[in-house]
C-alpha cells in the first residue's frame, strides 16, 4: 500500500506538468485548423515567434521591472500599514471599536471604482499607481493579521501578563508571532489583488508597465504582443507565490 502512495504521488505530478501542455497543443491545432479565429486567439506559435524581438529590445523586461516595482511599493506601503494597524486592533479593544465599523464600510467598495479620485488627489504619475494598489492590499492584510490576533488563545495574554510583559513586548513577541500565519495568508492574497490592480491603473495614466503594454497591444490590433504580456503576469504571479511559500518556511516554521 505504501509504494501505491508514491506512485499515485508521481500521477499527479506528471498530469500537473502536462495538463499545461496539453492546453497548448489542442490551442496550436485549432489555430492551424481554422476552428478558432486567429485574429482574436493567434496561436502559440505566433506567440513564441513574437518573443524573441521584445526580449531583444528588453521592451518587456522594463514593462515587467516597472509593474514589479509598483506592486512591491503598493504592498509595502499598504501590507506594512494593515499589518500594524491589525496587530493594534487585536492588542486594543479601544482601538479596534474606533477603526472596525470604518473598515466593514469602505472595504465592500471596488478599488478600481475610486481610481477617478486617487488620480486627482495624487495626479498622473507614479503616486496614483502605487496608491491604488496599497488601498487594495491594506484591506486584505489587515483582516487576516487581525484575525491572527483574535484567535491567539487568551492564555498567552495571561501568561504574558503575570509576567510582567508590557504593551511592546505583547506586541512584538506575541501577537506579530502568532498572528504571522495569517499574516502571510493576507500578503499572498494581497499579492494577486495588486497584480490585478496594478494592470487597471497602467491602462488609464501609464507609459509603462504591463498594463501599458496591454493596452498598447490592443490599440496596435498585436494580439500576440498582449498574449505575451498575459503570460508575462501569469508566470510572475506563479514565481512570487512559491516565492512568498519559500519565505514564509523560513520565517515561520513552526506552521509546518
Do not use: C
Not at 166 to 184: D, E, H, R, T, V
Request: hydrophobic share 60%; net charge positive; charged share 15%.
Amino acid at each position: 500500500m505504501d509504494s501505491k502512495i508514491p506512485l499515485k504521488n508521481l500521477i499527479l505530478k506528471g498530469l500537473s506538468f502536462l495538463s499545461p501542455l496539453l492546453f497548448l497543443l489542442v490551442w496550436e491545432l485549432l489555430a492551424r485548423d481554422h476552428l478558432i479565429d486567429t485574429r482574436l486567439f493567434s496561436s502559440p506559435s505566433a506567440i513564441l515567434k513574437a518573443l524573441p524581438p521584445l526580449i531583444k529590445s528588453g521592451e518587456l523586461f522594463w514593462h515587467t521591472y516597472v509593474s514589479l516595482k509598483r506592486v512591491f511599493l503598493g504592498i509595502l506601503l499598504g501590507g506594512g500599514l494593515g499589518v500594524i494597524l491589525g496587530l493594534l486592533m487585536g492588542l486594543s479593544s479601544f482601538i479596534r471599536a474606533l477603526i472596525e465599523p470604518l473598515v466593514a464600510a469602505t472595504f465592500p467598495i471596488p478599488k478600481i471604482a475610486i481610481m477617478p479620485l486617487i488620480l486627482l488627489i495624487f495626479g498622473l504619475g507614479e503616486a496614483s499607481k502605487i496608491a491604488t494598489i496599497a488601498i487594495g492590499v491594506f484591506y486584505l492584510v489587515l483582516i487576516n493579521t487581525l484575525a491572527g490576533v483574535v484567535n491567539l488563545e487568551k492564555v498567552y495574554f495571561e501568561v504574558a501578563e503575570n509576567f510582567g510583559a508590557n504593551s511592546w513586548q505583547k506586541f512584538w513577541s506575541l501577537a506579530l508571532p502568532g498572528a504571522m500565519p495569517l499574516i502571510f495568508t493576507g500578503i499572498k492574497l494581497a499579492l494577486g489583488t495588486g497584480l490585478l490592480l496594478v494592470v487597471a491603473a497602467e491602462m488609464s495614466a501609464a507609459r509603462a508597465g504591463l498594463g501599458y503594454m496591454i493596452w498598447r497591444a490592443y490599440d496596435m490590433f498585436a494580439i500576440e504582443q498582449m498574449f505575451i504580456a498575459l503570460l508575462m503576469l501569469s508566470l510572475l504571479g506563479y514565481i512570487l507565490s512559491y516565492l512568498l511559500d519559500f519565505i514564509e518556511k523560513i520565517i515561520i516554521p513552526w506552521k509546518g
